[in-house]
Nanobody, 118 residues
Framework: ELPVVESGGDSVQAGGSLILTCTGA????????MHWYRQAPGTECELVSS???????YYADSVRGRFTISQANAKNTGRLLMSNLQPEDTGVYFC????????????WGQGTQVTVSS
């Protein structure tokens, strides 16, 4: 059983919205922020958004203003709210704790597929 479970991915049309949810092992996220990565076919694993332990957030330029990240007080659950989705947002989305060096290789979670059609 993998320590992280991502869910909420779906196929939507451009302009649509999705909410991705991450639930991880408590031991993995204690004292940690939460990070969302995505990987499209033929591309590298890309950091999309982070919420750090101090509550500060990061968004990639391509998603700033459209995505909102949150982490529950329990720290091992969180969400990525995605709006005005575009075809370039297509990919497998993975959730990771601090210090995970290979978040997109399926070792920690299987990820959740987001497909956006134009």
């Amino acid at each position: 059983e993998l320590p992280v479970v991502e869910s909420g991915g779906d196929s939507v049309q451009a302009g649509g919205s999705l909410i991705l949810t991450c639930t991880g092992a408590e031991s993995l996220f204690v004292g940690s922020g939460m990070h969302w990565y995505r990987q499209a076919p033929g591309t590298e694993c890309e950091l999309v958004s982070s919420v750090n332990i101090d509550g500060s957030t990061y968004y990639a330029d391509s998603v700033r203003g459209r995505f909102t990240i949150s982490q529950a007080n329990a720290k091992n659950t969180g969400r990525l709210l995605m709006s005005n989705l575009q075809p370039e947002d297509t990919g497998v989305y993975f959730c990771a704790a601090d210090g995970i060096g290979t978040p997109c290789d399926g070792t920690w979670g299987q990820g959740t597929q987001v497909t956006v059609s134009s």
